[in-house]
């Protein structure tokens, strides 16, 4: 009590003081503030500041990406944000990281991150007072094969609709920018201004003074040391120093990700590798330079090159068989005390790409090595980090697995940070979501991936890429065996799934091109096989889950923009962000009252699987949801004859009349319980078999055996997509995704706008179908010649960049290319002419009328409405 009258004493005088003798405030203004001042002076404090029990958001790691959502969150006005760190800002792999900048990145999402990175990096010292030693030399990327050329020019086209400059440059031009280069070998280069390289130090301790500005909370040495869940999807947050409830957590902890995971019983598919770095002392020429030179990227010598001061730093990527995992983390941890230590550093090594650098750059055959820098640096499987909120908790988010962390770190931070304030991403970054990963991507399949990823880290990447190491996974499917020897695999969420088919006298084996290469001729033949007679498909890899519970109904109304199915129907039905984006496209059934069979693509099952029971927990609906995707296999079986064979093997009437379009029954083939549905992504007559793995291979063999007389055969997922272009089918992840509407994508008769639930993003539909879209989906026609779209080029109208396509293939049937393209409004006629860019060039292509191929069962009511007119 007399702590609070000392405390009232003080109130009075500086209100005496600031107010020329006169007392202004209220006294019992003037003892609530004492009281709350004596109540803040006995809370605990530590690190030298008051230890909050509660926060809205709690981070834990104080890397670069870590401290940069911290400053995203406080700076989008979010109260409480906590970071956690164990040592010291930057311990890890930030503190000794070369810190390169760049905005190009092979893929298309990931260019929004780099760019958004270097937007703030560029402003970030004006706004927070801190230096962060950023450089903008540009970089260039040196093609000395035919091969990368063509890359080059394959980049360019998938750079031009997006607001990063990039240019393809001669030699001349490359050794202007990289004066001391030779350029001998050199055909070409990628040039991009603005990149460059900035101090990761600096830069952190800049994000970190900006989160403090914004109000962010930093801790450290604060190490977590266990993480639970409450019943009402918070968690406590328990540190040495106390617990701290929070709403949600973030997982940015670098290589000590895995360890955190298992804290909650996940085992992240991340691992440490050795990168290792070479700096020289001073060199005379580099020294004699009137400006710096750009960064250079060698891709066949597999390194970077930069200034360093009036020196240079140089950094491989060693090939598989020599690069070092720190693999003994994975199965004893981090070694205790471990943050700004480094490994002993192995020259011999790199020694390769050493010698190839001195012939790039001649000047480093004379320059002195002062360090070399050998420090862990974080893989995952395909080398993309893991970013978003973790399936199978509640607010549970990653952003781990960063190979690049500097580059990415603005970028995810506000990326993360939208989505946190904002209930949704703000663009579709589907390639880096946590759950493109199960229990299949074990340690082995971990090691194996995270060795070639580094090892592969500059070959050439070519469309429709595969890798092959670590494969097949746990995931494979009940036919794999009978068709492994026979196919050209693909790669999908862990399960192996024929892209083509080989045949006798077929240039067999995995041959990737940026022009049609050896599976054009074959899949060509597999189109005609579904067109013209019978084709079987694995389709196992679907994502399925079912729902089932009182509240079913309720929930997937909520969920979907279509109604719901009734029992024994079949729809498409899309789940939408609130902002009216789609966030997935799902074929639902209705088995039985209450109980629905949902069907998603393999690249997006945990990623549906998540938002699905976010809403369902959020919203206390009374289901019951199971992921049975390992389970159930899926057999697909289409084309004219597909029903003759079906009706040789099962009692059920197989009729047009019998078996409708969209009807689901359960039947048995050969004797086998199966569920089947009409429905074929081929848009031909077809069904797809839903049965227990382990029935497959006999179901497999009896549909072939039946199917000897009318032409059965195997076809795979090049000419399903083919078939479902020159259908018009949009496919999820191409045309529509976080990134679009379904109005401008063209799903509107999936949207039922007039159905009485409130689903998700309804109110944001109506408000984009009454202010009119500005953009369209159309359907276009190439002129093209050994070359054909495969999605996000450029399309070009008079001079300007106007669209991008979305997905693309050649129809086999009208034997010419074909693609989907946003475009503006005002070009979206039919007969409108536009211009596509492929490898550098610009093919003509037009609007046209889709679908350029009628659907089976369009074609058949239009058959039967002529007979009935004749």
């Not at 998938?158 to 001998?184: A, C, M, S």
């Not at 393999?602 to 029971?613: A, F, Q, T, V």
Request: hydrophobic share 35%.
């Amino acid at each position: 009590m007399s702590r609070i009258l000392n405390l009232i004493k003080v109130q009075l005088r500086r209100d005496l003081a600031a107010h020329g003798g006169t007392a202004r405030l209220p006294l019992r203004t003037i003892c609530c503030t004492a009281r709350k001042q004596a109540e803040e002076s006995d809370a605990s404090t530590v690190l030298g500041k008051r230890w909050k029990d509660t926060a809205e958001t709690v981070i834990v790691g104080g890397g670069c990406v870590g401290v940069s959502l911290a400053y995203h969150l406080a700076k989008a006005g979010m109260k409480d944000v906590v970071l956690l760190e164990k040592s010291e800002l930057t311990a890890g792999s930030t503190w000794h990281a070369a810190g390169l900048t760049t905005y190009y990145h092979p893929g298309i999402n990931l260019k929004k991150v780099h760019y958004d990175s270097i937007k703030l990096y560029e402003r970030l010292e004006a706004e927070t007072g801190q230096a962060v030693g950023f450089h903008q030399p540009g970089s260039v990327r040196i093609a000395s094969t035919a091969a990368r050329v063509d890359e080059m020019k394959y980049q360019m086209t998938r750079t031009h609709w997006h607001v990063t400059p990039q240019y393809l440059i001669g030699p001349e031009k490359v050794q202007e920018y990289f004066p001391l280069i030779n350029i001998d070998k050199v055909l070409a280069g990628l040039y991009t201004p603005g990149d460059g390289h900035i101090d990761p130090y600096s830069l952190t301790m800049a994000l970190a003074a900006g989160a403090r500005m914004y109000g962010a909370q930093i801790y450290n040495p604060a190490p977590v040391t266990a993480l639970n869940p409450t019943a009402d999807g918070k968690w406590d947050v328990q540190t040495p120093h106390g617990t701290i409830r929070a709403n949600r957590i973030v997982n940015a902890t670098g290589f000590w990700a895995r360890e955190v995971g298992k804290m909650i019983g996940f085992d992240h598919p991340t691992i440490p590798v050795h990168h290792q770095y070479v700096v020289t002392a001073t060199v005379p020429e580099v020294k004699a330079l009137k400006k710096e030179v750009a960064v250079i990227r060698d891709l066949e010598g597999s390194y970077y090159l930069r200034q360093e001061r009036d020196g240079l730093l140089f950094g491989p990527y060693e090939k598989m068989e020599k690069m070092v995992l720190q693999d003994s983390w994975v199965r004893d941890g981090v070694p205790p005390g471990f943050g700004k230590e480094l490994f002993e550093s192995d020259l011999d090594r790199i020694m390769e790409h050493v010698e190839m650098a001195m012939e790039m750059v001649p000047v480093l055959k004379k320059a002195d090595i002062i360090n070399i820098v050998s420090g862990p640096i974080t893989y995952t499987p395909d080398l993309l980090p893991m970013v978003g909120p973790h399936q199978g908790v509640r607010n549970y988010w990653t952003a781990i697995g960063f190979g690049y962390g500097v580059i990415h770190a603005g970028g995810i931070g506000k990326f993360l940070s939208d989505w946190i304030v904002n209930g949704e991403p703000p663009y579709d970054l589907i390639e880096c979501d946590p759950n493109r990963y199960g229990k299949w991507a074990d340690v082995p399949f971990m090691c194996a991936k995270a060795r070639e990823s580094y090892g592969f880290n500059n070959v050439v990447g070519y469309p429709k890429e595969e890798r092959f190491a670590g494969r097949p996974t746990i995931r494979t499917s009940g036919v794999y065996e009978l068709l492994k020897d026979k196919a050209s695999m693909g790669f999908h969420a862990g399960w192996e799934q024929p892209h083509w088919f080989y045949k006798p006298g077929d240039d067999t084996g995995y041959k990737p091109s940026f022009r049609r290469t050896n599976w054009f001729g074959p899949v060509g033949r597999e189109c005609r096989l579904v067109m013209e007679k019978v084709g079987v498909i694995d389709l196992t890899p679907f994502g399925k889950f079912v729902v089932k519970g009182k509240d079913s109904h309720k929930l997937l109304d909520r969920l979907f923009a279509n109604t719901m199915p009734k029992v024994g129907i079949t729809n498409i039905s899309h789940m939408l962000t609130p902002t009216g984006r789609v966030y997935a496209e799902v074929t639902i059934t209705q088995l039985a009252p209450g109980e629905f069979l949902l069907i998603t693509g393999s690249g997006s099952e945990l990623h549906d699987l998540r938002w699905i029971e976010k809403e369902a927990a959020d919203g206390g609906y009374d289901v019951d949801i199971s992921n049975v995707t390992e389970d159930i296999g899926v057999l697909g079986i289409a084309g004219p004859n597909s029903r003759k064979v079906l009706q040789k093997l099962t009692e059920e009437d197989m009729s047009d009349a019998g078996f409708k379009f969209l009807h689901c029954k359960s039947i048995k083939l050969a004797g086998i319980p199966v569920r089947a549905i009409r429905i074929s992504y081929t848009g031909e007559l077809g069904w797809e078999l839903y049965l227990d793995q382990k029935n497959m291979a006999a179901v497999y063999k009896a549909m072939m055996e039946a199917g000897k007389d009318d032409g059965i055969d195997n076809f795979g997922t090049y000419a399903m997509s083919s078939l479902r272009l020159e259908k018009g089918f949009r496919g999820w992840g191409a045309e529509m995704n976080c990134d679009t509407n379904p109005l401008e994508a063209g799903l509107d008769y999936f949207i039922k706008l007039n159905k009485p639930a409130d689903f998700i993003g309804k109110a944001a539909l109506q408000q984009i179908k009454a202010k009119g879209l500005k953009r369209k989906l159309s359907y276009i026609t190439l002129d093209t010649d050994d070359i054909d779209p495969e999605g996000n080029e450029t399309v070009w109208h008079n001079g300007k960049v106007v669209g991008n396509t979305t997905s693309g293939a050649y129809s086999y049937s009208s034997q010419q290319s074909l693609a989907f393209a946003y475009l503006p409004v005002e070009l979206c006629s039919v007969g409108q002419k536009v211009e596509v860019e492929l490898l550098g060039r610009k093919y003509p292509a037009m609007v046209i009328q889709e679908p350029l191929v009628l659907t089976e069962p369009t074609r058949t009511r239009l058959q039967k409405k002529a007979k009935g007119k004749a």
